[in-house]
């Protein structure tokens, strides 16, 4: 949700060209040489007037050969790269940020090299390149941190938090928006406060915390000094109108949504403007006006493609491909659901997502490496002291153990950060492993169906899949999701296999009424896996008069989910296959779920595989018991 509207925080940097003479002294020297330039160059980038900005920039790049005023080259460099970057030519931008970053790198300038990687990071993030951006991201952060430039970390963590969201990591985005406005509160930045409590407000939707995400951009609104630049204004309407209508207030929603449409065009911001047409086209196709939705797409469409967003041309594909479903028009929502996953697979595929993941683990265990290096080199300090003067001795050991106090808490804290974030870790690799496990069981269906039914039939067919394709699109990333989606999603599949299987099976599914399946929520398909392997190795053997059952229920804290079958059973599946069920990929995968979802909760035996016998001791079934801690946070 957060998208192109979250904008990165930058700052003006300055960075100047390599010259092989120069002192490190040199940096700066002149300090009085085209300061009205560079002030005007930076009003104009803030004030949208990217044509002056530009042409004093170049005045102050063509007048700043000489080292000493190595640092107005790298300001006017820095310059340039906004105002390319605001238009859109994010190339241009990244080449003029990178000139700068040399220049502050050959000078030893820490803080502007921190500032331009920034900077960069920003143009990398626009792009989509979500990998370089991070590494960009990180170095700058940390560089800032050793600096103790508390008013750049506010702006790196902000930073760092947008891309989290990017990569779908909302807990972790929570974590950063939450630490830059603490450090906000404490430097009084008020625009970087403004903007991180806005942020954080977004990342409060995601999670369904509509009051809290309303306190929130109230506060940032109050906070947002008068000269705010760019797109503030829309910006604030857009996510106030997200947040009135994650509370049912439609009317008040659209209201804001044409404001902040009107305050974009007034701006100029193509970005706020195409991404505000989208989320009230959303709102609109749930309604059911799909013509006026699509007028909307069409024109933010058009906008996040000429503006190089891919993000939103991905997401307005999705948009379009859901009001074509809804609307039977399947085969155009076919059309934009292959640009959505093709765009989707190019900014952030399984590897991506692994390998940013990896970037932020390395980066952790870097920096814990490097303050327990320099909390053993003080304790080294501290024991010489004490064998130089031992006057001191006692002094010495009593701090020489605080020190190995702080460094073991610090240590320990360390560790157990590391393991719940490698558990969450693995927890996503499980479900991305089995996404595509799923699907390709799925899609086998359609060749068998359209040879042999009939044209009423085969639509259903296809309507029950794209719906089903769409809640996987849903759920796939997400760490919970509702009982009644999980149901949603196996009526789905359940009516995709029987309609290959006809006159196989029946099916049921019922629910304790006590369980209110929209406040429970569950891991992601996770029921799924066991009804596929039931219909599959129990029910398509037995060939007629098959039934399969569904039955949720709740016992005190916990939820009981029973996939039940009356087929071969086990024993002859594995002597018909070769394999047992314990062997199948999705048991395996659903089984260590589990393990990781119920680790340190009281849910006990979180799945277990039953054989079903009949008065006569022959095998008549298979149960499989699936046991997990309740959980309302929806609620």
Not at 117 to 135: H, I, R, S, W
Not at 141 to 146: E, G, I, V, W, Y
Request: net charge negative; with cysteine.
């Amino acid at each position: 949700m957060l998208g192109s509207l979250a904008a990165a925080v930058v700052l003006f940097s300055c960075e100047g060209p390599r010259e092989e003479a120069a002192a490190v002294t040199d940096f700066g020297l002149d300090s009085t040489s085209y300061r009205k330039e560079l002030d005007d160059a930076r009003d104009a980038v803030m004030n949208g007037d990217h044509a002056r900005s530009d042409s004093l920039a170049r005045v102050v790049i063509a007048g700043s050969s000489a080292p000493e005023r190595s640092k107005q080259l790298m300001m006017a460099y820095s310059a340039l790269g906004h105002c390319k970057q605001a238009q859109r030519e994010l190339d241009s931008a990244y080449h003029y940020f990178e000139r700068g970053l040399r220049i502050a790198e050959r000078y030893e300038q820490d803080q502007h090299v921190a500032i331009a990687l920034n900077n960069m990071a920003t143009v990398m993030q626009d792009k989509g390149d979500y990998e370089m951006a991070l590494l960009h991201l990180l170095r700058s952060r940390d560089l800032r941190r050793a600096l103790g430039d508390s008013a750049g970390l506010a702006k790196s963590w902000n930073n760092l938090g947008i891309l989290l969201t990017r990569k779908n990591d909302t807990l972790a985005a929570m974590e950063a928006f939450r630490t830059a406005v603490a450090i906000n509160e404490r430097s009084g930045d008020s625009s970087s406060w403004s903007k991180s409590l806005a942020n954080r407000a977004v990342v409060e939707m995601d999670m369904l915390r509509y009051d809290t995400a309303l306190v929130l951009l109230q506060r940032a609104m109050a906070v947002r000094p008068r000269a705010a630049f760019g797109r503030s204004t829309a910006y604030f309407a857009t996510n106030m109108a997200l947040a009135h209508e994650g509370l049912g207030r439609t009317e008040e929603a659209k209201r804001f949504y044409e404001q902040a449409i009107q305050e974009a065009i007034a701006e100029e911001d193509l970005v706020t403007q195409g991404a505000t047409r989208h989320y009230l086209a959303d709102l609109l196709i749930r309604e059911g006006d799909h013509r006026l939705a699509r007028n909307h797409l069409d024109t933010s469409l058009s906008l996040a493609r000429s503006n190089g967003a891919l993000e939103d041309v991905k997401e307005a594909h999705l948009s379009f491909a859901r009001s074509f479903e809804a609307t039977g028009e399947f085969e155009q929502a076919y059309r934009h659901y292959r640009a959505y996953h093709a765009l989707a697979d190019s900014l952030m595929n399984a590897d991506k997502d692994r390998t940013m993941s990896e970037l932020l683990v390395k980066n952790e265990v870097d920096r814990t490496r490097r303050e327990n290096a320099a909390l053993r080199a003080s304790e080294e300090v501290a024991q010489a002291e004490a064998r130089a003067h031992q006057w001191q001795a006692a002094i010495a050991v009593v701090l020489a153990l605080a020190v190995a106090i702080v460094a073991w808490a610090l240590h320990q804290r360390t560790r157990e950060r590391a393991r719940r974030r490698e558990a969450e870790l693995e927890q996503q690799a499980l479900r991305l492993q089995m996404d595509p496990h799923f699907l390709f069981n799925a899609l086998n269906t359609i060749p068998g169906l359209y040879a042999s039914a009939d044209s009423r039939t085969a639509t259903a067919y296809v309507g029950h899949l794209s719906n089903l394709l769409r809640l996987i699109l849903e759920t796939s990333r997400k760490v919970q999701v509702p009982l009644r989606q999980e149901l949603e999603l196996l009526e789905h599949y359940l009516h995709v296999s029987a309609s290959r299987h006809p006159d196989v099976f029946s099916y049921a599914i019922h629910v304790d009424p006590t369980i209110d399946a929209d406040t429970v929520t569950i891991p992601p398909m996770l029921l799924q896996p066991l009804v596929e392997n039931a219909i599959l190795h129990g029910l398509v053997p037995r060939k007629q008069g098959g039934m399969l059952e569904v039955d949720i229920s709740r016992v005190n804290g916990t939820l009981t989910s029973r996939v039940r079958d009356n087929g071969i059973g086990r024993a002859a599946s594995a002597r018909a296959n070769g394999t047992t069920l314990e062997g199948s990929r999705g048991i395996a995968i659903t089984a260590e779920r589990m393990r990781q979802y119920n680790q340190g909760r009281t849910a006990q035996d979180g799945l277990r595989i039953l054989d079903l016998h009949d008065d006569q001791g022959r095998p008549c079934g298979t149960e499989v018991v699936v046991r997990t801690v309740i959980n309302e946070a929806w609620s």
